[in-house]
């Protein structure tokens, strides 16, 4: 990037979410993407000034996914799936899209599966769209690699 040239942030709002390659939903809302690393204390005899902060491992929350009820089943079928012992791991990324819908950046989550699902809140006096909710457990979250360079 030359001097001068200005970069802005990447909105929030336009996004897509791939699971296995296949874009499987417009999903309204993701959250959970968030890499935690634990630590664990020590307090080294003789040292009253400060206890250590000592590296253990890297923890990954659940990745929530959030979309408007549709008639596609592809998802409810890998709930359904695991709810009968059939956990199937898949991969999957979040990908955040320019202004014009270009790929910019986005995460790759790694073999994750159904860990929760919440159906939509049914109220007659709203208008509103009916929201599913899932929750997916994974083993770790990497950038995507392959997009346009910076």
């Known amino acids: 990037m030359s001097v001068g040239q ?38 080294e005899g003789g040292v009253n000034t400060h206890t250590h902060s000592l590296p253990t491992r890297f923890d990954y929350p659940n990745l929530v996914l959030e979309r408007g009820v549709t ?9 359904e799936d695991a709810l009968n012992g059939r956990i199937e791991r898949k991969s999957g990324r979040v ?9 910019q950046w986005g995460w790759e ?3 994750a599966y159904p860990a929760k ?3 939509p809140e049914l109220d007659a006096d709203r208008a509103s769209v009916a929201i599913e909710t899932l929750e997916l457990t994974h083993n770790g979250i990497t950038v995507m690699e392959g ?4």
Do not use: N
Request: charged residues 25%; negative net charge; without cysteine.
């Open 95 to 103: 990908i955040l899209l320019d202004s014009i819908g270009q790929e």
């Open 6 to 43: 200005r970069s802005d942030p990447f909105p929030d709002a336009r996004f897509l979410v791939e699971i296995d390659s296949l874009v499987v939903a417009g999903f309204s809302e993701v959250s959970g993407l968030e890499v935690e690393l634990e630590t664990e204390e020590y307090a």
């Open 109 to 111: 989550f790694h073999e």
């Open 147 to 150: 997009l346009p360079p910076r």
């Open 71 to 79: 008639d596609s089943r592809a998802l409810w079928q890998w709930i």
């Open 117 to 119: 699902w919440s159906g």
